[in-house]
């Protein structure tokens, strides 16, 4: 499969549900840069569109692009947030966050009015966990943290669970809000919505890469065509 061709026919598909003159979610990784494109070529055409992004280098894709780029207030209302993932199982949950953008990416996604994903195939599983959890913390104290990571995951049935600090050349990876990532491999994750809610009740977790619950559609590509699911 041509993963590059299916996330292309994916976001394509997605514009189907854009028209002129709407505010978008814009979402972080390869696959969502596809949209961001077709989005610029839209406000070529002589569309208006306002992008929110949830990550520095989508807002420098949008703006390069000519789409505008808005600062939210409380009466702003998103029609809707597009962006990929890392894995989806059969009930809609995701796991993101490989992008680093995981926290920025929920806050917009939760408040849109819809939220599509697209993705390639691939990305379609029977279970989560396959694709190590991307985990949001503060950088106080932050091996407190990973403490009371490790022993939430514990108490959730995982055992002697594998926590990394994600780093590049052995330099933490920041968030473009200057968290740092934990990644937690767990191979397989049974009762996502428990752990969501275990992880989030950690003081500083600020987000975990567990997107239950959210998704209004997921639009799947590979070189014979898309597929498109819905709860």
């Given at each position: 499969m041509d993963?590059?061709?299916g996330k292309r026919l994916a976001a394509e598909e997605a514009a189907k549900h854009v028209t002129t003159d709407m505010t978008l979610g814009l979402g972080t990784g390869s696959t969502a840069r596809y949209f961001v494109d077709i989005m610029g070529e839209r406000v070529k055409q002589g569309?208006?569109?306002r992008g929110i992004p949830t990550s520095e280098e989508t807002r420098r894709q949008a703006q390069s692009l000519g789409i505008e780029i808005i600062e939210p207030d409380e009466t702003t209302i998103i029609d809707v947030a597009i962006d990929g993932t890392d894995e989806a199982d059969p009930s809609f949950n995701l796991i993101k966050g490989g992008g680093a953008a995981l926290l920025r990416e929920k806050i917009v996604a939760k408040a849109a009015r819809k939220f599509i994903v697209?993705?390639?195939?691939s990305?379609?599983?029977?279970a989560l966990g396959a694709f190590p959890l991307p985990i949001e913390i503060s950088p106080f104290s932050w091996a407190l943290t990973v403490s009371a990571i490790r022993a939430a995951l514990t108490a959730n049935g995982f055992t002697a669970p594998r926590l990394s600090l994600r780093a590049t050349d052995?330099?933490?990876v920041k968030t473009d809000g200057g968290n740092l990532i934990i990644d937690a491999e767990l191979g397989r994750i049974d009762a996502p919505i428990e752990l969501e809610r275990a992880l989030a009740a950690i003081p500083g977790v600020l987000e975990s890469g567990l997107f239950c619950g959210m998704t209004d559609m997921i639009i799947y590509g590979d070189t014979d065509g898309v597929s498109v699911v819905k709860p």
């Open positions: 993963k590059e061709a569309w208006t569109l697209i993705a390639d195939k990305k379609r599983v029977v052995g330099t933490p």
